[in-house]
DNA sequence: TAATCATTCCAATGATTGTTGGATTGTTAA
DNA sequence: TTAACAATCCAACAATCATTGGAATGATTA
């Protein structure tokens, strides 16, 4: 029997593999886009404002790690998280950031200057608020995405289409528009399109990961 | 406002810093060491087996992430995890990893190469059998890291003195031995000092860190 | 006060990682 | 079949990280 100590260098290492995956800014936000659906290595790419090379790269660390997995359609290879657990593990990991640096929680406050943003603490009320029909949850996101996964009562206006369908939308009623989660900048778009155009917007920071977390404190 | 890129790249990157100290090997070694309760420098390193060096270099990383703090007594230093989420992350990113990678669960099993293992899908039934005395749960770590926390109706007897003490333990009943976590080797040498004495002993995979993790599938 | 101990800081090393350009594979469309 | 496309592999570079030795700090003990 090899000795105790390197049998746990050699699960420590193994663990670590893992965790490098979550040590880089761009891989982090692959995972974050992956977290709204299976997507091609193209569109991981313009997404994260990446060269296609450096995306297909990372998505090869992913692969390695068995945290994604790929399927060929065509001319295209869509990559898709291997299960729930990983988009669990970047929204524990974003929370933990999040609540541990101040660094970040400055930058995060940059993104809501206005008062506009929903704390996260009463998704139940907005949920009944939301069933009674005196919200309108608006999900912002490319529609692909809204039709792969979205919040319970949303409906879809992708922020490109949005100036153009502003009369589907009540003027009467509060709408909460919501993207992929704090990091994404489409909601913080639409709620400022949104207020100058007259219709009383707020923005909530959660996505569909965030909000699907198994673990809810 | 700066431009949304420089925005988002910088948050990602706050994130990062966060997944950064998770892809070490040494330093998630010292993260489960700090999951048993506070320990000084000397006492991580000496545990870790690395240099007093180094391991202070790899702290200054979990200070810098605000991911521990400190405490002088007297002549040490004490290092303790700033509350229970980064405990919870260690326990998730280990899950993950023993759920994705074959490597780790073939390290795993090697560990326990007889069919002595508990699976930790019955903590209800042990807990139950522990409570009407049926079982006997054995912490064999440190005593101090068992009087900082530890399973429920669980005796203490540290490995080192195990030998000696055996006469505390009942030969008709059950015994479950438990020590820091899957990765800790404790618990492994006790149950086969346990077994080869002619009590029956398993060995349970989990430590108080994987019991108490909030989310409980 | 000096001496000792525990820990950290600083500087230097080799090893690893992120990133890019060029060539290559596998697939669809003409 | 060839041309065009999507994605990967390979090689190379700079940037970053792990690790070690030597000096420095801050607290305790003699």
């Known amino acids: 029997m090899k000795s105790a100590r390197k049998i746990k260098d050699l699960l420590y290492e193994q663990v670590a ?6 040590s880089s800014p761009k891989r982090l936000e692959l995972i974050e886009l992956l977290c709204q659906g299976e997507k091609t290595v193209e569109t ?5 404002s990446i060269s296609v090379k450096l ?3 990372h998505l090869r660390e992913l692969r390695m790690a068995q945290l994604v997995e790929t399927e060929r359609q065509g001319k295209n290879i869509y990559y898709r998280l291997v299960n729930k657990s990983v988009a669990d593990l970047w929204v524990q990991i974003h929370t933990l950031a999040e609540e541990r640096l101040i660094e970040l929680q400055m930058s995060l406050q ?3 200057t206005q008062p506009n943003d929903l704390v996260h603490s009463d998704r139940d009320s907005l949920m009944k608020a939301a069933r009674k029909g005196e919200v309108v949850v608006l999900d912002v996101r490319p529609s692909e995405e809204y039709l792969n996964a979205h919040l319970p009562f949303a409906r879809s206006i992708p922020l490109e289409e949005l100036r153009q369908r502003l009369g589907e939308l009540p003027k009467d009623r509060a709408i909460v ?4 989660g704090p990091y994404c900048l489409l909601a913080v778009d639409a709620v400022a399109l949104l207020q100058q155009e007259g219709y009383s917007a707020v923005h909530l920071r959660e996505g569909v990961a965030e909000w699907a977390v198994t673990d809810k404190r």
Request: with cysteine.
């Open 17 to 22: 593999r893992i965790g490098k995956v979550f």
């Open 44 to 48: 991981l790419a313009k997404e994260a």
């Open 55 to 57: 995306t297909s790269a």
């Open 110 to 112: 940059k993104i809501a």
């Open 177 to 180: 528009a919501y993207c992929r």
